[in-house]
């Protein structure tokens, strides 16, 4: 990145007051969370993409949670990097309303203190049987998790889910409206690591006032980045670390 492109980041930071930040799994890869896309993603190196597929899971939950092994471990034992706590830090120093869509789901957002978080593509930390319906917490079975062991309703025997949208399955509903309204009130809308390729979630920064302004940092293009005011195709802690330096 430019010396040039920081001083636009910052003061287009300095400018805004409501900022909605639409994440994906290129937020998290700096605290050591692979993506899933790339050439050293999930889908290329660990595991085919029909993983997350919920007519699978239906029919071989076994498969999930094998996989769920390393990933659940790698989930649990990452901490924020500098661009979840550069946005948090936009709140409690600066005093920017920031709002954040996330389609992660590894928490790391609030583990960076981040005050309203929504999780439009689900949440690791709850699970939800797929008969019964009844609702438990993830440090509830920390260790079967990490041994990659299938969840089983202690009430009637069927599988739990863990609460992310599998491919097949529809977002979050209320997660999904608040973000809506979030980006529609924007005075700035964040694109930050995410390829903008899985709808609806993708679809939020489209939703912004034709007066927001409309940042993107990716180390990869979009098919957005000729709409955005500034692009950045470089690491997102650094970029937004080196423009709080000079707010």
């Known amino acids: 990145m430019t010396p040039h492109e920081i001083s636009q980041l910052a003061e287009l930071l300095k400018e805004a007051k409501k900022i909605a930040c639409l994440t994906g799994a290129g937020m998290s890869t700096e605290s050591g969370i692979p993506d899933f896309r790339s050439s050293t993603g999930i889908y290329n190196t660990l595991t085919s993409e029909d993983i997350f597929d919920i007519n699978r899971f239906r029919r071989n939950p076994d498969d999930f949670y094998r996989f769920n092994s390393s990933f659940y471990t790698t989930l649990m034992?990452?901490?924020?990097?500098?661009?979840?706590?550069?946005?948090?830090?936009?709140?409690?120093?600066?005093?920017?309303?920031?709002?954040v869509s996330t389609q992660n789901i590894d928490g790391l957002h609030q583990k960076a203190n981040s005050s309203t978080v929504y999780e439009v593509h689900g949440t690791m930390r709850t699970l939800t049987c797929m008969k019964c319906r009844k609702h438990v917490s993830s440090d509830d079975y920390v260790q079967q998790l990490k041994e990659g062991k299938t969840l089983r309703c202690e009430a009637c025997g069927?599988?739990?889910?863990?609460?992310?949208?599998?491919?097949?399955?529809?977002?979050?509903?209320?997660?999904?409206?608040?973000?809506?309204?979030?980006?529609?009130?924007?005075?700035?809308?964040?694109?930050?690591?995410?390829?903008?390729?899985?709808?609806?979630?993708?679809?939020?920064?489209s939703y912004r006032s034709t007066l927001a302004k409309f940042i993107i940092i990716n180390r990869m293009e979009t098919d957005a980045d000729d709409d955005a005011d500034l692009v950045i195709h470089d690491s997102i802690g650094e970029a937004l670390t080196k423009a709080l330096e000079r707010l």
Do not use: C, W
């Not at 999904?176 to 924007?186: Q, V």
């Open 158 to 205: 069927a599988p739990y889910k863990p609460d992310i949208t599998f491919f097949g399955e529809a977002l979050p509903e209320e997660a999904y409206m608040k973000s809506l309204e979030a980006f529609e009130k924007a005075d700035l809308v964040m694109v930050l690591g995410t390829s903008l390729k899985v709808y609806p979630a993708a679809a939020l920064p």
């Open 77 to 99: 034992d990452a901490q924020p990097n500098a661009g979840h706590l550069a946005l948090a830090r936009l709140e409690s120093e600066f005093g920017k309303k920031v709002v």
